[in-house]
Structures are given as structure tokens and as C-alpha cells.
């Protein structure tokens, strides 16, 4: 009896996650071949607020335009369009 308990009381743990849906690159869906780092609106989406730059697997990125990206974002900090530190 005590057997049978045990087994009844077990409770399923799942160990891993169900893969949540594919992030599609907001660049290749648009058709930009470049990204324009005077377009501070567009950038700005991908820095937090303390002015770090989010990574691919955070915004779904592509790693061409990723790198196009951070790029664009130096570019903008240098010429102060963004800030380097957030407040």
C-alpha cells in the first residue's frame, strides 16, 4: 500500500522548456540593406536604458544586420545622437 502511494503522490516535472517561436529580423522583413545611424528612432529600440547594446537572441536580429547595428549605434553615440550611458 505504501508502494502504491508513492507512485500516485509523483508529480511530472518538465525539464525543459517548449521552444517558443523564432524571432524573424525586423531588417530582412522591411528589405533594408543598410541601417542609417542618423535614424536614432529605429536605433534606439535596440539599446536599454543604461545604454548597452541588446543582444541578437534578445531582439532577433540577424547576425549580418546585428553587426550593421552596432555599428550604426557607435556611430551615433560618437557624433551624440545617443547617449553612451542611460540616466
Known sequence: MAEATKTEEKVVVKKFRKPSKKKVC??????????????VQKIRKYITEKGKILPRRQTGVCSMHQRELCI????????????????
Open 26 to 39: 525586423a531588417f530582412c522583413v522591411a528589405g533594408e540593406k543598410t541601417i542609417d545611424y542618423k535614424d
Open 72 to 87: 550604426a549605434i557607435k556611430r551615433a553615440r560618437n557624433i551624440a545622437l545617443l547617449p553612451y550611458v542611460g540616466d
